[in-house]
């Protein structure tokens, strides 16, 4: 055991410190990474149903041919949010969610580096999901598609409102995701807790880190180009104009070098969460952990390389595709490595079939299919047939469901205990796995098919004839069941809340510092800081690397909110940090943004004057120092 | 006993380079930078698509440029100049160069106006007017938010909320403004320099 | 003919919801396109994994299928697809042993877990290194090196293309333009374009709005049409046949009724068509058909549609100096049966919401004698 039990810490007077406060005000002011991720998980779980109502509504339109239940308009709009929510409102920000619960109590630190921060991240992120569907509700949604090609998207033929809340609600969103990102960052080179050096953290740390360094670098580039494309809708602008020197494939190199990296963030995170749960049930640590921390920093380099892959039918230079497809392929290795990884770490474990595990293996084997047919399309010539087919909407949903909502379902069956403090059904969740797989390949294998027989994405009907019935008819029963899966979990999950049994402390016998505090954890996560001496602090016993000596005790820190800031690589005791209390700056900033950018989507500038005059003002009250230190000495009486 | 011997050791809150503050300005800065380096591929992409003459509208002239780049690099060393100050102790110093710096800002973005108001053309009116005035646009936002940061700083500095070791506010902002002089530097390069070589 | 009332709907006013009912229905001309397919066939390929690949090909005989493909480009490119499908199959199927086997085998009892690490661990990293890193890399530089030579085979064809022709995306149809062919420089139709077998055409693709992309997925991989751009491509169909063309990228609206056919015919009938195709509009022979004409002018068709031969120029809407000899209208939306014609002209939006084609406000014998008009266009 790692947690050195130095001074028996005053829980009382750590819950005073640390608890969010009552009522209106504690809601609004939280800035309890615990209280946000949770927030998190339970904003973009809601957008995944939201999600995943609009897609079962396009496949009851697609089930049988030339059915003309939904008109084109609302079909374009439908297929777009769907994308569009499930790409921006869930798939990220549910990891967000897990690694902002989770982050701090793996690596035993009382909250995030910037608490405030983080809380203006979560805020950012429901308005910006307000802000876009605020378009459904006045009947003006994106209709873009989800990668909003021009000149499609430009005023000239998309006159309505809609695009402009796809361009304003991405360049919105994008503040919440850097921001966040930023906070990852600086938290895994901060905070980790003493002696818990680069090559002991979970593997889940490995993937936020890398998802966000690719955000802090990738994200610009989806702000820029919907920036580009408000000024040519709003101000005359010629970015995307041929006719005025400007070009539409801009539009699409700026989009990807932005949404290739933008795949791979969301799933490293959840790479990160299933190489974490695979070594508990297969009661073994993970085979070549340093292999596959280094493949999520490779995937997060290479992912970088090989955006034109989604331009192989442009008429682009051969040269140049040719590159692409080559790096398109090499990306597959790291992404081998880590399948082989998990592979040997069950086939030299011994498996114990929990569902989280059951879903562990689904993971594996859907990554896998949506990698192959991933690489499928990586040579051009192939492409070329492939593209824009709905083998390509069979590629992102493998993909996606295999790699984003697997692992996500598979962290709830395993990480919600510690959130709740119930365990989920077993019986049920074996069920909800069983539909979730069957239903999933169900849906989405046929659509392989189908793009083989030529049918391309995005239509909102075709017509009899073209061979296209049954492989549709297949799919959306595929889809149902899916969705009674999900609705099945969502049973078991207000179920458990009232009739699961207790969780304690660690119910799967985990390896990771999570699982030494109480299920829920208390608001201050450690009484003592935990002191790290492995990669699997609560197995050490048993894996025969029992703390050596007595090791350094470690203070409680309890003179205010504090933690321990750490070095970067080798987390060495550095300083102790300061946490801010309670705060409403971020929500009031959130608020100023929204104002902002309503303001900009209906030209009404004195609102969008206000809302930056607003920002700017909330700014300076959040930066202005609480404590003063006029004297040298004056900040605390521990300082030298 | 060891635990408070260790506590006796760490600092609180050290607010130097290597403090999550620090980390944080460094990371948002790398972000800007992007930003800018996605919105100069815009550039030189379309440049590289141009059918005809680049720039459409003739090479931009140096005249009010070029010292403005001047201005802007000589502000960078007011800050710098005003830093050290305080890492001596030095109010005075900070004030002054935070001062120094604001008025030299001050006079970027007047200039970069007079240079707007003798262009003759306009964002709308080709895609090389939407590419300069929005990349020099977003800049002259940064120095505008720069600028701001002073004002605060300076507030601050002038309260004497700054000491010899903790300033890292200052620090920030100062790093902050230097980026924004290497971002004009590239930017300067990119849209008035680079025409001139081919 | 002009009075030959085949179809119940021809008389009077259309309405929509007779119109519905006479909707998209495979005609006689349509279903001999498609050799039909069972689709128990397709239904159980999908439900049996690996074993489906015989099974696809079987049902691909029917369908706009990339493996059942008739022309030199797309046979090369199902040759590299049968590749891919093949190794991603069987690495699947590994995978899928491995890990139910992992999950499932038994284990020799242990001392303790201590073991297993201490152990295994060398083991584990030979899993990785071979499995995740060599045997990957050698397939992959394999499948890369198939690509680069049939991509090279399919860059361009293997002779002179005998044909360009000029394919303009509108939103949401195909403007389709011989060049060099003709007295007036060129023969221009709309969402069908005629090929000689066993020859290869060169097609540029230009744009008058908004990215489409041009595919037959029959008989070449799909080239984006982009505006500003002049993207060409080429085609050989092997086989004499009708093939179905599609928009395949998002373009708004009606970008799910943005389709076409190529039809490949032999030589000598290439050439006739082309030489009727060249001829300016068939005259009105009677009366009647003149009146229809006269219709036409009066109702403004002109503004947006050319009849060669007449005053009609306009350049909006498809050219219908030909338009009877064509198989669908709307970009293979309804067959060109009268019936649907009448309807198209009296309700397009109603069967294609959002096209260009406004629905056109017609008494009933108006309607008559244009349509009458229109058939003659052959
Ligand atoms: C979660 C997101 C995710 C992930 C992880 C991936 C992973 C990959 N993707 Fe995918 N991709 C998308 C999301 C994702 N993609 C989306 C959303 C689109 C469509 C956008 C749109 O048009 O709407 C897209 C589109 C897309 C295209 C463009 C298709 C087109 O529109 O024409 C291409 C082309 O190369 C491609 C390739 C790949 C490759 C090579 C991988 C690789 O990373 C896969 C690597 C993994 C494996 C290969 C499996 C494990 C490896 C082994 C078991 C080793 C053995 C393997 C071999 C021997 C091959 N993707
Ligand atoms: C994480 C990403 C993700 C996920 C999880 C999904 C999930 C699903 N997707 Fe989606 N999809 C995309 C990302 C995703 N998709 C993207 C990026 C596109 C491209 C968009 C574009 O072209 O622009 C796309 C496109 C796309 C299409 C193609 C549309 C077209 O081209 O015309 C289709 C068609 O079948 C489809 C279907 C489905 C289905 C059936 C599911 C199912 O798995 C969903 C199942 C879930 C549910 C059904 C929710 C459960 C609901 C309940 C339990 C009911 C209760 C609800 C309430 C009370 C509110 N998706
Ligand atoms: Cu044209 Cu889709
Ligand atoms: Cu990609």
């Known amino acids: 055991m790692a947690i050195t039990t130095a001074p028996t810490a005053s829980t009382d007077r750590l819950t005073t410190i640390w608890e969010t406060s009552p009522g209106l005000y504690g809601i609004l002011a939280s800035v309890d990474h615990k209280t946000i991720g949770k927030r998190y998980l339970v904003t973009a779980f809601v957008f995944f149903l939201l999600g995943g109502l609009e897609a079962a509504v396009m496949r009851w339109q697609l089930t049988r041919p030339d059915t003309h239940l939904l008109a084109p308009e609302v079909y374009n709009q439908l297929f777009t949010m769907h994308g569009v929510t499930m790409i921006f409102l869930f798939a990220s920000p549910i990891l967000s969610g897990f690694s902002n619960y989770l982050w701090p109590l793996m690596i035993g630190a009382r909250d995030m580096a910037f608490p405030r921060v983080n809380a203006l991240s979560y805020w950012t992120f429901l308005m910006s999901g307000i802000f876009l569907y605020s378009s459904v509700v006045i009947g003006q949604a994106p209709d873009g598609g989800w990668f909003a090609y021009v000149p499609m998207t430009e005023q000239a033929y998309s006159p309505g409102l809609n695009m402009d809340f796809y361009a304003l609600g991405m360049i919105f969103l994008a503040i919440s995701t850097t921001i966040g990102a930023i906070n990852f960052v600086v938290t895994f080179f901060k905070l980790r807790a003493p002696g818990m050096s680069v090559n002991r953290v979970p593997i889940i740390l490995w993937g936020t880190l890398s998802a966000s360094i690719m955000i802090v670098f990738a994200a610009p580039a989806l702000t820029a180009s919907c920036i580009l494309l408000y000024f040519d809708r709003r101000f005359g602008m010629h970015f995307f104009d041929a006719a005025n020197g400007g070009h539409p494939l801009l539009w699409q190199h700026l989009f990807w070098m932005f949404g290739h990296p933008w795949v791979y963030i969301v799933v490293l995170p959840a790479i990160g969460l299933a190489s974490d749960m695979i070594p508990t049930f297969a009661r073994r640590p993970l085979a070549g952990y340093t292999f596959v921390a280094l493949s999520t920093i490779t995937t997060a380099i290479l992912g970088f390389g090989v955006w034109v892959h989604h331009m192989f039918a442009t008429g682009l230079p051969q040269l140049a595709t040719t590159f692409f497809s080559a790096a398109s392929m090499m990306i597959t290795i790291p992404s081998g490595v880590a399948i082989l990884a998990w592979i040997a770490t069950l086939w030299y474990g011994r498996p114990v079939l929990k569902t989280p595990l059951l879903f562990m293996a689904g993971f594996i084997v859907l990554f896998v299919i949506g990698g192959l047919n991933g690489v499928m399309t990586a040579p051009v010539p192939f492409d070329w047939q492939l593209t824009d087919s709905y083998f390509i909407v069979a590629h992102i949903h493998y993909v996606l469901v295999g790699i984003n909502v697997f692992p996500v379902f598979g962290a709830f069956y395993y990480w919600l205990p510690k959130m709740t403090g119930h365990m989920l059904s077993e019986r049920l969740g074996r069920w909800v796995f069983a539909l979730m797989f069957v239903g999933g390949n169900l849906a989405f294998f046929p659509m392989h098919i189908a793009g083989m027989l030529g049918m391309p994405r995005r239509i909102y009907t075709y017509q009899a004839g073209l061979g296209w019935d049954t492989v549709n008819l297949i799919t959306t029963v595929g889809a149902y069941v899916f969705a009674v899966g999900v609705g099945l979990f969502l049973v078991d999950f207000f179920r458990s809340l009232r009739h699961g049994p207790l969780a304690g402390n660690n119910p799967w016998d985990g390896s990771t510092l999570e699982w030494s505090v109480s299920s829920p954890p208390p608001s201050y996560n450690f009484a003592v800081l935990p002191t790290v001496r492995s990669r699997y602090p609560l197995w050490e016993d048993r894996l025969g690397e029992a703390p050596r000596g007595g090791g350094a005790a470690v203070p409680v820190l309890d003179d205010g909110r504090e933690t321990f800031g750490t070095s970067a690589l080798d987390s060495d005791p550095e300083e102790v940090l300061r946490m801010p209390d309670d705060s409403l700056w971020p929500v009031l900033v959130s608020l100023a943004l929204l104002i902002l950018f309503y303001g900009l989507l209906l030209s009404l500038w004195w609102m969008a004057i206000v809302g930056v005059t607003g920002v700017m003002v909330l700014m300076v009250g959040w930066f202005w120092p609480s404590r003063i230190p006029t004297r040298e000495t004056a900040l605390s009486p521990r300082e030298p | ?198 | 003919m002009s009075t030959d009332v085949r179809n119940p709907y021809y008389d009077g006013y259309v309405g929509v919801a007779q119109i519905r009912s006479f909707q998209i229905r495979p005609t006689k001309y349509v279903s001999a396109i498609y050799i039909p397919i069972a689709p128990q066939h397709v239904g159980r390929a999908a439900s049996v994994g690996a074993l489906l690949l015989p099974l696809i090909a079987a049902a691909c005989a029917g369908a706009p299928a990339i493996f059942g493909t008739h022309g030199l480009a797309a046979d090369r490119i199902a040759l590299l697809g049968w590749v891919c499908t093949i190794i991603s199959c069987v690495v699947l199927g590994i995978i899928t042993i491995l890990v139910v086997v992992a999950l499932v085998r038994r284990r020799p009892a242990r001392a303790s877990s201590a073991d297993d690490r201490i152990e295994h661990s060398g083991h584990a990293i030979r899993w990785i290194v071979i499995g995740g890193i060599i045997v990957p890399g050698v397939t992959l530089v394999v499948t890369f090196l198939v690509t680069l030579v049939i991509q090279a085979e399919v860059a361009n064809p293997p002779q002179r293309p005998v044909a360009t022709i000029e394919v303009t995306g509108h939103r949401w149809w195909w403007e389709v333009k011989y060049l060099g062919v003709g007295p007036s420089g060129s023969v221009v139709t709309a969402n069908e374009i005629h090929v000689p077998v066993g020859q290869p055409v060169r097609f540029e693709l230009v744009s008058a709005d908004v990215i489409h992309s041009f595919w037959v997925p029959q008989l070449a991989g799909k080239t984006d049409v982009i505006p500003g751009l002049r993207n060409t491509m080429w085609m050989q169909a092997d086989q004499p046949g009708v093939y179905w063309g599609e928009c395949a990228e998002y373009c708004g609206l009606q970008h799910t009724h943005m389709n076409f056919v190529v039809v490949a015919e032999s030589p000598a009938a290439f050439q006739s068509w082309m030489a009727q195709q060249r001829q300016p509009a068939a005259r009105p022979i009677d009366a009647a058909d003149a009146d229809g004409l006269d219709v036409f002018r009066r109702s403004g068709c002109g503004t947006c549609h050319a009849i060669q031969g007449t005053q009609a120029q306009g350049r909006i809407g498809p050219d219908l100096t030909h338009v009877a000899s064509r198989s669908r209208i709307g970009a293979g939306t309804l067959p060109n049966t009268p019936g649907n014609l009448a309807g198209w002209i009296a309700n397009a939006q109603a069967l294609k919401p959002g096209s260009g084609m406004p629905t056109m406000t017609l008494s009933a014998r108006d309607l008559r004698t244009l349509l009458a008009y229109l058939e003659t266009l052959k």
């Open chain 2, 1 to 198: 006993m060891a635990a408070t011997a260790l506590l006796d050791r760490l600092p609180v809150d050290r607010a130097d380079a290597r403090s999550p503050g620090r980390w944080g300005m460094v990371l948002l800065i790398t972000t800007e930078a992007s930003f800018f380096a996605y919105l100069l591929f815009s550039y030189f992409y379309l440049a590289s698509m141009a059918r005809g003459a680049w720039p459409p509208t003739g090479v931009p002239a140096l005249q009010l440029a070029l010292p403005n780049t001047v201005i802007l690099i000589v502000s960078s060393g007011t800050m710098w100049w005003g830093e050290v100050g305080i890492r001596n102790g030095n109010q005075g110093r900070l004030r002054l160069g935070l001062l120094v710096t604001l008025v030299l800002g001050l006079t970027f973005l007047t200039i970069q106006g007079v240079e707007y108001s003798r262009k003759t053309f306009t964002p709308a009116s080709s895609a090389y007017g939407s590419l300069f005035f929005t990349i020099t646009g977003f800049h002259g936002a940064h120095v505008f938010a720069g600028l701001l940061m002073n004002v605060v700083i300076q507030v601050r500095a002038w309260l004497g909320h700054f000491t010899a070791r903790r300033h890292l506010a200052v620090s920030n902002i100062a790093l902050y403004w230097h980026f924004v002089d290497v971002v004009w530097i590239v930017v300067f390069a990119s849209l008035y320099l680079t025409p001139r070589l081919g």
